[in-house]
Each structure stands twice: as structure tokens, then as C-alpha cells.
């Protein structure tokens, strides 16, 4: 298994010649999807969900209604490509075998509206990773990576501390890195790293490294 973190939230995994991204958005690279098989897109906010990054691929995504509804209205030439998952789903997606976890995005305010939001536990051989979005919903299951969202208007660093520790994942990989400035993202850092217990590592991957 290979693991390649993009900008923010976006992860590339690759295992036995199949290879999905995940959340290549506004603020990714767009070369994140160059080569992938499939991609999963976790909910609509702009810095997860970008037309423009998924029209340089012609791979099939998975995704939940509200984002192919987004997509009829505003991209609709890659509604032919989408298929939706809900919570709950077991899918392929590239070879792959996929679980949908959860169902709405972290509260924003009590004054907004919750989007919709999906995570997605991958099976990768005997290895199992979560990337949650913008959701604390844990998996209900064992996992072995988790993507931590380290930064969000919606977060404070100790909710990242707590579900890190409630998923209990013995890899922990930064996600979701683009909201805070350097010195934030040190500070988040730090608490991760002396507040995570013995058995639960933490890393914050530069964009183009490898897990």
C-alpha cells in the first residue's frame, strides 16, 4: 500500500496496480488524479468537490446524491461518470474494496445548515485506511490509518485529539492542512504528537510525500 498526500484534504492510494484519490478540490494540485482508476469525493464544499480536477480524468467517482445533484446542475457532463453511495454502501471502486461511513458534515455553526458528508473505509489487503472528510463520525470498525483533520473553520485542535483517539488508528496522517498558516498547523501538530497514546503515531506529510 501506498498513501501520497495531496493538498489538503486529498489523498492518492495506491495497492496491487489499482490506484483511487480521494477529495482532489480546490485546493489540490490537479495533477493529484493523473493516473488514478477511480475517485471518491467525500461531500460538495468547494475544497473537497472541483469539476475542473475531475475533468483531466475520465475515471468513474463515487459520491453521495448531493454531490451528483451539484453535478446535474453545475458540471453536468460528469453525471455519466458518477455513481452514489450512502452510508452503509460496500462497493468496488478501481478494484478496491470501499465502505461508506456517516452521513452529515461537522456542525459549522448551530445557525447553518448540515451538508451531507461521507467518509470511506478502504481495504487494502490487511491493511485498512479511513479518511473521514469533515466528519468526526468514526468508522465502527478497526482501522490502521486514519486521515486527521487538522485545520477547519468548524474545529478546535482538541476534537482532532479526541477522534483520533476515539478511532485509535496506530497511523495517524494529517489531512485537510490548507486553513491554518504554518505556526497553526506547529501548534496542532505538537498537541497531536504529546497527546496521542503510546501505540498511535502522528505525521503531517508534505504534499508529493509517501506513507
Not at 495533477?31 to 461531500?43: F, R
Request: hydrophobic share 40%; glycine share 10%.
Amino acid at each position: 500500500m501506498r498513501l501520497t498526500k495531496f493538498g489538503h484534504a486529498c489523498v492518492r492510494i495506491e495497492h496491487d496496480g489499482h490506484t483511487v484519490v480521494i477529495d482532489p478540490g480546490g485546493f489540490t494540485d490537479p495533477e493529484a488524479v493523473d493516473g488514478a482508476d477511480a475517485v471518491l469525493v467525500t461531500h460538495l464544499h468547494a475544497d473537497h468537490f472541483d469539476p475542473g480536477n475531475l475533468r483531466r480524468t475520465d475515471v468513474p467517482i463515487f459520491t453521495i446524491d448531493e454531490v451528483a445533484r451539484q453535478a446535474a446542475d453545475n458540471a453536468p457532463d460528469l453525471t455519466e461518470r458518477i455513481t452514489v453511495v450512502t452510508p452503509g454502501d460496500r462497493f468496488e471502486a478501481a478494484g478496491l474494496t470501499v465502505r461508506a461511513v456517516g452521513e452529515l458534515h461537522a456542525v459549522i455553526h448551530p445557525d447553518l445548515p448540515r451538508n451531507f458528508n461521507c467518509g470511506y473505509v478502504l481495504t487494502l489487503g490487511e491493511t485498512k485506511v479511513f479518511h473521514p472528510g469533515d466528519a468526526l463520525t468514526p468508522p465502527d470498525e478497526p482501522v490502521d490509518v486514519l486521515g486527521v483533520v487538522v485545520s477547519a473553520p468548524w474545529m478546535r485542535a482538541a476534537e482532532a485529539v479526541d477522534f483520533a483517539r476515539l478511532v485509535g488508528a496506530p497511523r495517524n496522517i494529517a489531512i485537510h492542512d490548507r486553513v491554518y498558516s504554518d505556526a497553526g498547523l506547529g501548534i496542532v501538530d505538537g498537541h497531536l504528537q504529546r497527546l496521542l497514546p503510546e501505540g498511535q503515531d502522528y505525521v503531517r506529510l508534505a504534499d508529493g510525500s509517501d506513507l
